[in-house]
């Protein structure tokens, strides 16, 4: 796995297969949204996103940080036989990603205003083969899914949330 930050560190690790693999990879990718939630230019994008929002129109604030990482962060696929995650700032930086480091980016933004975010890994193939990952941020007592790699709105999830049909496998990870 190779850990892309900002502005130049780069460290190139190996982690486990499987479930454990897919926890070992959620806890870095919370581990960059914890440091880019705090990073001005993480702040600042998600602030110039919202300032037209009404005051604590708490759902606005994330539709509109969502529409910018769906809409002006490009999908783009990691290299060959590599997992890269990227630094929230990087991401902003290239302006491009694949699923995970879209959602490092979007909780990191959301999270940087005050939503509360976790990741949902899911898998389609085979048990423990997790495939995709997306966001959920906590509006009121619901949890809303945040898939940024579909042209989708706010709350489309990739599987229902009331059955795991064609889903294998799922893991939430709290931040």
Known sequence: MFLRQAPAAQELMTIPGGVGGTKATLKMMAKAVKEG???AIVRDRARRCVEHCAQQNYTHEVREVF???RDFIRYLQDPVECELLQHPVVTLDIRSG???DKSILLAAMLE???HKCRFVAI???KPADFEHVFVETLIGEDWIPLDATANVDAG???MPPWTN???TCIM????
């Open 123 to 125: 898998g389609y193939t």
């Open 98 to 100: 694949d699923c995970d």
């Open 37 to 39: 939630r705090l990073d």
């Open 67 to 69: 529409a910018f990482v």
């Open 165 to 167: 049909d064609n889903v």
């Open 112 to 114: 940087s205003i005050g």
């Open 172 to 175: 939430r990870y709290y931040i």
């Open 156 to 158: 489309w999830a990739p």
